[in-house]
């Protein structure tokens, strides 16, 4: 099994920063890419970030040039970096992964973002 644990949530001003951990244990060899999504009240929940095993990363337009994925192997951790936040990026933020192994996806409990206007 995999576990994942958000952390680094908070209240946050219009166009202030906020970085996110994901701390990852378990089955880590088995995890190849690493997601942040995100749920606002009523809202489906969306995918804001992607991290490949390599590195590589990828966004959706409507975090683009603000959010910033990265992982420490080192420290299986996992970053999700936000600046220039606004009010509609409220939302509780989750960490995810798929496991080849397990055949399923992992999701932590998730972190609160509030962004007050």
């Known amino acids: 099994q995999v576990q994942l644990v958000e952390s680094g949530g908070g209240l946050v001003q219009t166009g202030g920063s906020l970085r996110l951990s994901c701390a990852i244990s378990?089955?880590?060899?088995?995890?190849?890419?690493m997601n942040w999504f995100r749920q606002a009240p009523g809202k489906q929940r969306e995918l804001v970030a992607t991290i490949t095993i390599g590195g590589s990363t990828d966004y959706p337009d409507s975090v683009k040039g603000r959010f910033t994925i990265s992982r420490d192997n080192a420290k299986n951790t996992v970053y999700l970096q936000m600046s220039s936040l606004k009010p509609e990026d409220t939302a509780v933020y989750y960490c995810?992964?798929?496991?080849?192994?397990?055949?399923?996806?992992?999701w932590g409990e998730g972190t609160l973002v509030t962004v007050s206007s």
């Open positions: 995810n992964t798929y496991s080849d192994l397990f055949g399923m996806d992992f």
């Open positions: 378990g089955s880590t060899f088995t995890i190849k890419a």
